[in-house]
């Protein structure tokens, strides 16, 4: 089966930024994904980027471009218009999600509390208008009861019309395996694509687990304290970490392969060099 590698990149937050963001799009183009994605108010940021991002992706790369949408400040009539909007550009596949909480917040207000809500709605509303990818957790929600519920809950989201799902990154192959084996025993047999995050910043990337529940292995932790400010050594351990990984998921069956590229340019192009990704596969069409 052909592999599919997808990027993923965030809306810039400050009009001087689109630039740069426009230009790692460019530059990250030649890895010929299958499609990117664009997240919609992750970590608490700003939502109205998100189409702007896409439209400027799909007119200036002509990439299959995903917008993520979530329950955050979602009602049913904004989500149809944003959905008829993303239409008309030509938008075919989504991302869905609950979305990260404003801090101190509960559950969003209104009819979509969990992404199941959404998924459910869109496939009323539009059929099968959307290729739809939701969140998946091998090491767990940080909200869930426990493993077996958020299994449940996963199924929910498949039951309610999911196509696929793109994992919350972790540094642990066994854990996606373990998650794939059990989603596949409840029924839910949907693609499951691990999501990967390069590893460049000691800080950034414990700031990110500690809010998404992502487990950095100990001995990856001391080797990255160890390392200090040494970008470089740190980049060139990262490298080593993730692309084991990598090809340990993809000769174990994953699908392919999630970048988070966090709008950056040379992790992601030297993972692909390093697995031997030369010019990924052809431009995927979503249903
Ligand atoms: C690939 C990927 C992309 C992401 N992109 C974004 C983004 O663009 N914007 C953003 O804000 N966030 C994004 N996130 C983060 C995501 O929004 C958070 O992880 C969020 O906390 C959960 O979203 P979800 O869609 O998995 O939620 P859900 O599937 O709704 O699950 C949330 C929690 O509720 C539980 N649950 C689900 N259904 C029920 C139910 N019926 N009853 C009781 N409990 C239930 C689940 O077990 C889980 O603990 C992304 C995450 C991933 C993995």
Same mark, same amino acid.
């Not at 008829?84 to 909480?101: I, K, N």
């Not at 493993?147 to 996963?154: G, I, K, S, T, V």
């Not at 990967?196 to 001391?222: D, K, Y």
């Given at each position: 089966m052909n592999k599919q590698y997808s990027l993923e990149f965030f809306p810039p937050r400050a009009a001087e930024a689109w630039p740069g963001f426009e230009q790692a799009v460019a530059e990250l183009r030649v890895l010929k994904p299958a499609y990117v994605s664009v997240t919609f108010g992750a970590g608490g940021?700003?939502?109205?980027?998100? &189409?702007?991002?896409?439209? %400027? *992706? %799909?007119?200036?790369?002509?990439?299959?471009?995903?917008?993520?949408?979530?329950?955050?400040?979602?009602?049913?009539?904004?989500?149809?218009?944003?959905?008829?909007?993303?239409?008309?550009?030509?938008?075919?596949?989504? &991302? &869905?999600?609950?979305?990260?909480?404003?801090?101190?917040?509960?559950?969003?207000?209104?009819? =979509?509390?969990?992404?199941?809500?959404?998924?459910?709605? *869109? %496939?009323?509303?539009?059929?099968?208008? =959307?290729? *739809?990818e939701v969140a998946a957790y091998p090491e767990m929600h940080p909200q869930a009861r426990d493993p077996a519920a958020d299994l449940r809950n996963f199924c929910t989201k498949v039951a309610a019309g999911a196509d696929a799902a793109i994992t919350q990154y972790f540094y642990n192959a066994d854990a996606y395996f373990d998650f794939c084996e059990r989603a596949a025993a409840a029924g839910c047999q949907v693609p499951i694509t691990p999501g990967i995050m390069p590893i460049t910043n000691r800080r950034q990337l414990t700031r990110f687990s500690n809010v998404c529940g992502a487990e950095i292995p100990r001995w990856i932790a001391l080797r990255l304290e160890q390392y200090?400010?040494?970008?470089?050594? *740190?980049?060139? =351990?990262?490298?080593?970490? &993730?692309?084991?990984?990598?090809?340990?998921?993809?000769?174990?069956?994953?699908?392919?392969?999630?970048?988070?590229?966090?709008?950056?340019?040379?992790?992601?192009?030297?993972? =692909?060099?390093?697995?031997?990704i030369d010019a990924g596969e052809p431009q995927a069409q979503a249903r």
């Amino acid at each position: 089966m052909n592999k599919q590698y997808s990027l993923e990149f965030f809306p810039p937050r400050a009009a001087e930024a689109w630039p740069g963001f426009e230009q790692a799009v460019a530059e990250l183009r030649v890895l010929k994904p299958a499609y990117v994605s664009v997240t919609f108010g992750a970590g608490g940021s700003v939502q109205s980027g998100t &189409v702007d991002a896409v439209q %400027r *992706i %799909r007119e200036q790369q002509g990439l299959d471009t995903a917008p993520h949408l979530s329950c955050v400040n979602t009602t049913p009539e904004s989500v149809d218009a944003l959905l008829a909007r993303y239409r008309e550009m030509g938008v075919r596949r989504l &991302v &869905v999600l609950r979305g990260d909480l404003p801090s101190g917040a509960g559950l969003p207000a209104g009819p =979509f509390r969990y992404a199941s809500d959404l998924v459910a709605h *869109i %496939r009323k509303t539009f059929g099968d208008a =959307f290729h *739809i990818e939701v969140a998946a957790y091998p090491e767990m929600h940080p909200q869930a009861r426990d493993p077996a519920a958020d299994l449940r809950n996963f199924c929910t989201k498949v039951a309610a019309g999911a196509d696929a799902a793109i994992t919350q990154y972790f540094y642990n192959a066994d854990a996606y395996f373990d998650f794939c084996e059990r989603a596949a025993a409840a029924g839910c047999q949907v693609p499951i694509t691990p999501g990967i995050m390069p590893i460049t910043n000691r800080r950034q990337l414990t700031r990110f687990s500690n809010v998404c529940g992502a487990e950095i292995p100990r001995w990856i932790a001391l080797r990255l304290e160890q390392y200090g400010d040494d970008l470089a050594s *740190i980049r060139a =351990f990262g490298l080593d970490v &993730v692309s084991r990984l990598c090809q340990t998921l993809l000769d174990g069956g994953a699908p392919g392969l999630h970048v988070y590229t966090l709008n950056k340019v040379e992790p992601t192009v030297d993972l =692909f060099a390093r697995l031997g990704i030369d010019a990924g596969e052809p431009q995927a069409q979503a249903r």
